[in-house]
């Protein structure tokens, strides 16, 4: 470790995503780099990312595919670093990869994600990485120091990589925060996304029994609708559409689920008109999984068609059209993909990552208020606002 203790033009705290691109960008500009990671391992949450197969951008990226107090400013980042730069990365390194029907692009082959990781860390080759590091104290002088578990370190540039608070298994740390907090930059209380939603009592006593039925639905929650698939828990709602809406979701608010995305809109009537005989619970499996149009049906489960009024299946297919769950909480950081908030964007310089009123100072990816819809966006997030970071380090 000796050779460590000399200095360097530029550290960056964390090897996930964003920290191995902005070590690799600042290691290509002829920059000292030392790349400090607290897990034993680099690039953690890549590897466990889609599979294995590592979702590791999006065909269509814009800014109306990010949360945060001020989405935009993910626009100027995405511009410099966007998703055909990274494929040009894998097209240099030789990985395959596909895409999937809403953009999604991943790597081929089971465990491929690694090569991920393999083609950052060659990216990086001359940066000084080393794992298992604690990061006890920062402090400013003349440049940023560092003290560690291995020893002290300084450098003029600080580029803070550490991520958010979701999926704690991987090894999650507030450093960032604390960081931000440190040096005077503002923060947005950090709260769990892209997550399962659990019930009140009210809903776990009627819909806890479907835990497993899954089935393609609209749901939306004070944002966009996410029309893909919901999935039935023991504990509430997950699945596609539901992790999308819960970024937009906040706490006593309704969620609104869309049951008949998929179906015609007077899908019962049509019923009554051509099988009158038939039971509503008949009716409604043609369309959903048996056990949840036994719940829709009510006390009509065993009714036929000819015996409920058309007013009655009008207003039961217009409410299943907007249907409220009124959800209790989340499952939180140990279920969510993404952290919401984080460091206040203005206090950052949206083309460089740095903090305004401390020169040297960057903060990237999911550190960052800025969070992305499921698919892919998140990552490019990071390789973008870590690549920016690293070209201006």
Not at 40 to 69: D, H, M, Q
Not at 250 to 278: C, G
Request: with cysteine.
């Amino acid at each position: 470790m000796r050779a460590l203790s000399t200095g360097f033009d530029v550290i960056v705290l964390g090897a996930g995503a964003a920290g191995l691109m902005a070590a690799a960008r600042a290691n290509q500009r002829g920059r000292r780099v030392l790349l400090l990671e607290r897990n034993a391992e680099p690039g953690a949450k890549i590897l466990i990312s889609g599979g294995g197969r590592c979702n590791f951008t999006n065909r269509v990226i814009k800014a109306e595919s990010f949360i945060g107090a001020n989405p935009a400013f993910c626009r100027s980042a995405l511009a410099r670093f966007g998703p055909e730069d990274f494929l040009d990365l894998l097209r240099a390194h030789r990985i395959d990869w596909y895409e999937k029907t809403l953009g999604q692009l991943f790597c081929e082959g089971t465990g491929s994600a690694k090569k991920i990781v393999a083609m950052l860390l060659a990216q990086a080759q001359g940066v000084a990485l080393c794992t298992g590091v604690d990061v006890s104290a920062v402090r400013r002088a003349e440049a940023f120091v560092l003290d560690t578990s291995i020893g002290m370190f300084h450098a003029p540039a600080l580029i803070v990589a550490t991520g958010g608070l979701s999926i704690p298994k991987l090894g999650v740390s507030d450093l960032a925060y604390r960081l931000a907090t440190q040096f005077g930059l503002r923060l947005e209380a950090p709260r769990a996304g892209l997550v399962p939603l659990t019930f009140g009592a009210t809903d776990l006593a009627r819909f806890g029994p479907l835990a497993g039925v899954s089935l393609p639905v609209r749901a939306a929650a004070n944002g966009p609708g996410f029309a893909e698939a919901l999935l039935f828990t023991h504990r509430g709602l997950s699945g596609p559409a539901i992790l999308q809406a819960s970024s937009y979701w906040r706490a006593r608010e309704a969620l609104t689920v869309d049951f008949t995305a998929a179906i015609p809109a007077d899908f019962l009537l049509t019923a009554k008109q051509q099988r009158p005989q038939m039971l509503l619970t008949q009716a409604l499996s043609a369309y959903m999984p048996d056990r949840l149009a036994k719940v829709f049906a009510g006390d009509w489960a065993g009714t036929p068609l000819q015996g409920i009024k058309a007013t009655d299946l009008r207003a039961l297919a217009q409410g299943l059209a907007a249907f409220r769950f009124f959800p209790s909480g989340t499952e939180g950081f140990t279920k969510a993909e993404v952290t919401l908030g984080g460091v206040d964007t203005r206090d950052l310089l949206q083309n460089t990552m740095m903090a305004r009123h401390v020169p040297g100072l960057y903060f990237v990816g999911e550190a960052v208020d800025i969070t992305g819809w499921l698919g892919g966006y998140n990552f490019q997030w990071a390789w973008a606002s870590g690549w920016c970071a690293g070209d201006a380090a």
